[in-house]
């Protein structure tokens, strides 16, 4: 439990770092960090600070998906956007294009690293995860048409207040499921207990969407991620020595 809870806060620091490098590479950055930048743009308010209060609004949308959010989701609401303004605080501004795109790409990288620590503690998704699986259980949506509807409206409003949108934002799209491809099953945690099979369900929903639209059909608690190491035999289901 010390070992899981302890990725579980380094996966989310890395990934509010991972969020300030691309954005102070400011040549595109994801669809919902262009949401919070696009009201912080509008309204004066911080984009960390926006950042926690999208995700406790989206977390509020699980309640008629009837989803139950885990560890890692409420600490992904209370510690995503502080993190994301200590990086921002900390990283300087690229003096030149070429250092622009080696930090978003750093970014980049190092979010596909995060999202393989923190998924892997196995604590639940984060808000914005869990609300494409919901729609998955509750509707019947594929996970990928779920991401891109409701992606492509968040994307649409931020660009509308002022968000960077650019190459960044489509680099994401394109390359950051092959990457979390690569790093989630290299950082794949051990099974969840039987418990917690909710939580390792929408865990291996999250594994599923991040590898691509092939790799995310239904997935229940009973159906293990192609993904992630295969569950052992019980002890009394193996053939005697």
């Known amino acids: 439990m010390t070992f899981r809870l302890l990725r579980l806060l380094v996966g989310l620091a890395l990934y509010g770092f991972a969020e300030a490098l691309m954005i102070r590479g400011a040549i595109g950055i994801d669809p919902w960090t262009v949401f919070s930048q696009g009201i912080s ?10 950042t926690n209060l999208i995700g406790l609004a989206v977390l509020l949308l ?17 510690l995503l ?10 990283l300087p501004v690229p003096g030149s294009l070429t250092l622009q795109v080696l930090s978003f790409t750093a970014g980049l990288l190092l979010l596909a690293v995060a999202s393989g620590l923190y998924i892997g503690a196995r604590f639940g998704p ?6 494409m699986t919901g729609l ?3 509707l019947g949506w594929p996970i990928w048409l779920g991401r891109t509807l409701v992606e492509a409206t968040v994307l649409g409003a931020g660009w509308l207040l002022g968000g960077d949108v650019g190459l960044g934002t489509l680099a994401f799209a394109l390359l950051i499921g092959p990457l979390c491809g690569v790093t989630l ?4 945690g051990r099974k969840a207990p039987a418990r917690n099979a909710p939580v390792a369900a ?10 691509g639209p ?11 991620s192609p993904l992630l190491p295969p569950p052992s035999r019980p002890a009394s289901s193996r053939a005697p020595a």
């Open 41 to 50: 743009r509008s309204t004066g308010l911080s984009i960390g600070l926006l």
């Open 62 to 78: 699980w309640i008629p998906l009837r989803q139950r959010p885990g560890l890692g989701t409420v600490l992904n609401v209370l």
């Open 81 to 90: 956007g502080p993190f994301m303004e200590l990086g921002l605080w900390l």
């Open 126 to 131: 984060g808000p914005r995860d869990g609300l």
């Open 136 to 138: 998955h259980a509750r």
């Open 185 to 188: 099953p290299l950082l794949a």
């Open 202 to 211: 929408g865990a291996a929903l999250e594994v599923a969407d991040a590898a």
């Open 214 to 224: 092939a790799a995310a059909g239904p997935v229940s608690p009973s159906t293990p």
